[in-house]
């Protein structure tokens, strides 16, 4: 059960990793969102299931710190996206604008 | 193992660090600073485990709580000012 633990944790720091490369690399902030919350959102998920299977008996206080990050993770990244929109953010190469020139 | 664990993860938040510092526009620098709570409340659950203490997870639910709450108004500091 313990290296059981070991594996969700370990697949958990990488789904951070791969969030953090992505928000280096992808090229404007809507593409830059897309990588920072949903693998965040994986990665946190996965580091909470690899707890619980090593110390099971603080599992109800995981599974509170769990569904906390489910409710307000999508709820942030929606106010950035909103609010980055009606600040005039725009794509890095926008096809729909391209074509109807 | 722990410890490989989380050097890996403090090397993310440095990678993070580095668009938080660089990002052009306020929209990246606070998608930065999401990122960076989220990674902050998995270093604290790691922490928890290593020294077998579980008040680290309660500190843990409140910095996420702030987190979420700083996030929310730097969104609504960029759409309608102060």
């Known amino acids: 059960m313990v290296y059981l633990g070991y594996i ?3 697949f958990g720091v990488m789904a951070f990793m791969v969030s953090a490369i992505g928000l280096v690399r992808m090229p404007d902030i809507y593409t830059r969102m897309h990588a ?3 693998a965040t959102t994986m990665g946190i998920i ?3 299931l690899g707890a619980i299977c090593m110390e099971p008996s603080w599992a109800w206080k995981l599974i509170l710190l ?3 990050i489910l409710l307000t993770n999508p709820l942030s990244s929606s ?4 609010a980055s929109h009606s600040d005039g953010a725009t ?3 926008d096809e729909l604008k391209e074509v109807q020139k | 193992m722990f410890e490989l664990v989380t050097i890996v993860l403090l090397l993310s938040m440095m990678i993070t660090l580095y668009r938080f510092l660089k990002g052009p526009t306020l929209g990246d620098r606070v998608v930065a600073f999401d990122v960076m709570n989220i990674m902050g409340v998995s270093l604290l659950v790691l922490l928890a ?3 077998q203490r579980s008040l680290y997870l309660d500190i ?3 910095f996420g709580l702030i987190g979420f709450l700083g996030t929310t108004i730097f969104g609504r500091y960029i759409e309608k000012g102060i």
């Not at chain 1, 106010?79 to 909103?82: C, K, L, M, Q, S």
Request: hydrophobic residues 70%; proline residues 0%; without cysteine.
């Open chain 1, 46 to 48: 996965l580091v909470i």
């Open chain 2, 60 to 62: 843990a639910l409140v």
């Open chain 1, 8 to 10: 969700f944790i370990f």
């Open chain 1, 79 to 82: 106010v950035i996206a909103r």
């Open chain 1, 91 to 93: 794509l890095e190469s």
């Open chain 1, 36 to 38: 920072g919350t949903k």
């Open chain 1, 66 to 68: 769990a569904i906390f």
């Open chain 2, 49 to 51: 485990l290593y020294f």
